[in-house]
């Protein structure tokens, strides 16, 4: 019964999740409306041109919704993805390296664990806010980067390394209780290398625990993005995200307080959505956790 | 000795936390751009007066010498002058806000004490029952709620539609300080509360399940005293150290609670400096917030000992 229950809310969750990824993928192009163009007259809900209404300056709350998303699920999954890639390799050399390796390296990341929540990243984001919001998002950077709204690049940088310490511990305990198992000791018996070992044997037996850890990370990425963005040092306007959004509507929520209602529960939503998919992963992944 | 053996070493460790949050707030402030001496100076400064700013802000020296003279001038208060403005000396400005944020943030770790606590022993009381349901759904919504979603909220409800708060903090207040702090303390006090909710539960739920409470049961304690001084007391100790890790919640929360509430607290601040990029303003106010972190976690753990004879006993 209970084991049911807690199944369903895992598969609401992903798929809360994937109609968001499609929504983040086509809502900027399908509806109508502008997210970044200020100075049309504000629409109510049920305009022929802005479904759900638009903000006070005209700009239409369905493709910044879905620009949001893409803002936020972006920044998640670059984070996630670089916070892994960093915490998986300190971890690893954390239980394998050499001591004069591996000692430093986990007293850095024991270290990080001072700055609490996202300190860090504000630090970081204050500090060089300068060089990038001078820049401009169109004239510096050339390439990929030019293309990127502005401030994302470095709210990634700021989040991942205040991510990755996490991973790295939860790497090195997870290799330090398997490494001693039979399956470890046969292959190492047979000649297997370190980097054999760990691709093969032990990096597939972590993925379910990783997984949903990354999950649940990847809501606390999202919220800090928010949180970034609502202080406004994180994505710069014409860019919309959610947390500027739910800042924007703050001003005017007397006459329209609707405004506040649409960012503040697709935040609300997408969070709780990784939640109950990380908390389910989890269950999968070692049934004996609560 | 033992005990006193693990102190110390917990000390050490508390003392390398400082040593390396300086560190990276040091080092933080040579990423930024642009040369201090130059920004101070201006840009029609000669030559002369910009060397001798360079020199009274020590920037000729080696970094390792000016890490020991900001790590020296930082323990005795001195953070240096704002950039900007009257220049006001950076220690004025931590003087006149770090009050507003530790008076929202211990209020709301208190509110987050008192309430979590009760609601969690009630809940683990009445395990899998109807209040109990209710109590971990409301603290699962708490947890994932963001502060600065649950703040607009509350102003639209209580400040803008029942008119009975005021929206945000005035320069001249029209109201005793309490009611500008009402709303700050609630949006803060959420998460920590939810938190503390449902770790009070999870290890009461462990407590009442042990043989020395069928024991108290079976020779007849009042239920009262029974869930209380045998179940609670020993149930308390992990929620103690939550509330270490959860004061860092409340010292980031502020940056939020404060820039929503237009607090004049050292969170506030440090978004304004963000703004304008006062950099020894953002240095001092990181060092700061995450001193206290590193302090009150370090409290705690000394103080957990003390209250367990089982901690005294075990550290090795």
């Given at each position: 019964?209970?084991?049911?229950?807690?199944?369903?809310?895992?598969?609401?969750?992903?798929?809360?999740?994937?109609?968001?990824?499609?929504?983040?993928?086509?809502?900027?192009?399908?509806?109508?409306?502008?997210?970044?163009?200020?100075?049309?007259?504000?629409?109510?809900?049920?305009?022929?041109?802005?479904?759900?209404?638009?903000?006070?300056?005209?700009?239409?709350?369905?493709?910044?919704?879905?620009?949001?998303?893409?803002?936020?699920?972006?920044?998640?999954?670059?984070?996630?993805?670089?916070?892994?890639?960093?915490?998986?390799?300190?971890?690893?050399?954390?239980?394998?390296?050499?001591?004069?390796?591996?000692?430093?390296?986990?007293?850095?990341?024991?270290?990080?664990?001072?700055?609490?929540?996202?300190?860090?990243?504000?630090?970081?984001?204050?500090?060089?806010?300068?060089?990038?919001?001078?820049?401009?998002?169109?004239?510096?950077?050339?390439?990929?980067?030019?293309?990127?709204?502005?401030?994302?690049?470095?709210?990634?940088?700021?989040?991942?390394?205040?991510?990755?310490?996490?991973?790295?511990?939860?790497?090195?305990?997870?290799?330090?209780?398997?490494?001693?198992?039979?399956?470890?000791?046969?292959?190492?018996?047979?000649?297997?290398?370190?980097?054999?070992?760990?691709?093969?044997?032990?990096?597939?037996?972590?993925?379910?625990?990783?997984?949903?850890?990354?999950?649940?990370?990847?809501?606390?990425?999202?919220?800090?993005?928010?949180?970034?963005?609502?202080?406004?040092?994180?994505?710069?306007?014409?860019?919309?995200?959610?947390?500027?959004?739910?800042?924007?509507?703050?001003?005017?929520?007397?006459?329209?307080?609707?405004?506040?209602?649409?960012?503040?529960?697709?935040?609300?939503?997408?969070?709780?959505?990784?939640?109950?998919?990380?908390?389910?992963?989890?269950?999968?992944?070692?049934?004996?956790?609560? | 000795?033992?005990?006193?053996?693990?102190?110390?070493?917990?000390?050490?460790?508390?003392?390398?936390?400082?040593?390396?949050?300086?560190?990276?707030?040091?080092?933080?402030?040579?990423?930024?751009?642009?040369?201090?001496?130059?920004?101070?100076?201006?840009?029609?400064?000669?030559?002369?007066?910009?060397?001798?700013?360079?020199?009274?802000?020590?920037l000729d020296k080696p970094w390792p010498e000016r890490y020991v003279l900001y790590v020296g001038k930082a323990v005795q208060g001195d953070?240096?002058?704002?950039?900007?403005?009257?220049?006001?000396?950076?220690?004025?400005?931590?003087?006149?806000?770090?009050?507003?944020?530790?008076?929202?943030?211990?209020?709301?770790?208190?509110?987050?004490?008192?309430?979590?606590?009760?609601?969690?022993?009630?809940?683990?009381?009445?395990?899998?029952?109807?209040?109990?349901?209710?109590?971990?759904?409301?603290?699962?919504?708490?947890?994932?709620?963001?502060?600065?979603?649950?703040?607009?909220?509350?102003?639209?409800?209580?400040?803008?539609?029942?008119?009975?708060?005021?929206?945000?903090?005035?320069?001249?207040?029209?109201?005793?300080?309490?009611?500008?702090?009402?709303?700050?303390?609630?949006?803060?006090?959420?998460?920590?509360?939810?938190?503390?909710?449902?770790?009070?539960?999870?290890?009461?739920?462990?407590?009442?399940?042990?043989?020395?409470?069928?024991?108290?049961?079976?020779?007849?304690?009042?239920?009262?005293?029974?869930?209380?001084?045998?179940?609670?007391?020993?149930?308390?100790?992990?929620?103690?150290?939550?509330?270490?890790?959860?004061?860092?919640?409340?010292?980031?929360?502020?940056?939020?609670?404060?820039?929503?509430?237009?607090?004049?607290?050292?969170?506030?601040?440090?978004?304004?400096?963000?703004?304008?990029?006062?950099?020894?303003?953002?240095?001092?106010?990181?060092?700061?917030?995450?001193?206290?972190?590193?302090?009150?976690n370090l409290l705690v753990d000394m103080i957990l000992p003390i209250l367990d004879p089982r901690i005294r006993e075990s550290q090795v």
């Amino acid at each position: 019964m209970k084991k049911k229950r807690k199944d369903i809310f895992l598969w609401i969750g992903i798929g809360y999740l994937v109609a968001l990824v499609v929504f983040a993928i086509v809502g900027p192009s399908i509806f109508k409306g502008t997210f970044d163009v200020v100075g049309a007259p504000h629409q109510g809900a049920g305009a022929p041109d802005a479904l759900i209404g638009t903000d006070n300056i005209g700009r239409s709350f369905l493709p910044r919704l879905a620009y949001g998303a893409r803002i936020s699920l972006g920044v998640g999954l670059a984070v996630q993805f670089l916070s892994l890639l960093v915490g998986i390799t300190v971890g690893v050399l954390g239980e394998f390296a050499p001591k004069w390796i591996s000692v430093p390296l986990m007293r850095l990341t024991d270290g990080m664990f001072a700055f609490p929540d996202i300190l860090l990243a504000i630090l970081l984001i204050g500090v060089t806010r300068q060089s990038w919001v001078a820049d401009g998002g169109s004239s510096g950077g050339g390439g990929l980067l030019a293309v990127l709204p502005d401030g994302l690049l470095p709210v990634i940088v700021a989040l991942s390394i205040t991510a990755w310490p996490t991973i790295a511990r939860l790497t090195k305990t997870q290799i330090a209780s398997l490494k001693d198992r039979e399956f470890v000791v046969a292959a190492r018996a047979s000649g297997a290398s370190v980097p054999y070992i760990v691709i093969k044997h032990l990096l597939p037996q972590m993925t379910g625990v990783l997984l949903a850890v990354s999950m649940i990370d990847l809501a606390g990425t999202i919220l800090a993005e928010s949180t970034l963005s609502f202080l406004g040092i994180g994505v710069q306007p014409p860019s919309p995200s959610w947390g500027s959004m739910i800042n924007d509507a703050r001003s005017n929520m007397n006459s329209y307080p609707i405004e506040l209602l649409w960012p503040c529960l697709i935040l609300s939503l997408t969070i709780f959505a990784l939640n109950f998919v990380g908390d389910g992963l989890r269950n999968l992944a070692d049934p004996k956790s609560k | 000795m033992r005990l006193a053996k693990a102190l110390s070493l917990r000390l050490l460790f508390g003392l390398l936390s400082l040593i390396f949050i300086s560190i990276i707030t040091f080092f933080a402030s040579s990423l930024a751009p642009g040369d201090p001496a130059r920004l101070i100076a201006g840009e029609k400064a000669n030559e002369e007066t910009y060397q001798r700013i360079r020199q009274n802000l020590g920037l000729d020296k080696p970094w390792p010498e000016r890490y020991v003279l900001y790590v020296g001038k930082a323990v005795q208060g001195d953070f240096g002058k704002s950039y900007y403005g009257t220049r006001e000396e950076v220690k004025t400005i931590l003087a006149d806000r770090l009050p507003v944020t530790y008076k929202i943030a211990t209020s709301a770790m208190l509110l987050a004490i008192i309430i979590g606590v009760s609601l969690g022993t009630v809940a683990a009381i009445k395990e899998t029952r109807v209040v109990d349901r209710g109590i971990l759904t409301l603290s699962t919504l708490g947890v994932t709620i963001p502060n600065f979603v649950l703040a607009p909220i509350l102003v639209y409800f209580f400040a803008l539609k029942m008119d009975l708060l005021p929206v945000t903090w005035e320069a001249k207040l029209r109201a005793p300080e309490l009611f500008y702090l009402i709303l700050p303390v609630l949006t803060l006090s959420l998460r920590p509360t939810a938190l503390l909710t449902r770790l009070t539960r999870a290890s009461m739920v462990e407590t009442l399940k042990q043989e020395f409470i069928r024991t108290a049961v079976a020779k007849g304690v009042p239920p009262g005293r029974m869930y209380l001084r045998h179940g609670l007391r020993n149930a308390i100790l992990p929620v103690i150290t939550a509330v270490g890790t959860s004061y860092g919640f409340l010292l980031t929360g502020s940056f939020v609670v404060e820039t929503a509430f237009l607090l004049p607290g050292i969170g506030s601040k440090t978004i304004d400096a963000i703004r304008t990029n006062d950099i020894p303003v953002i240095q001092a106010c990181v060092l700061v917030t995450g001193t206290t972190f590193v302090l009150i976690n370090l409290l705690v753990d000394m103080i957990l000992p003390i209250l367990d004879p089982r901690i005294r006993e075990s550290q090795v």
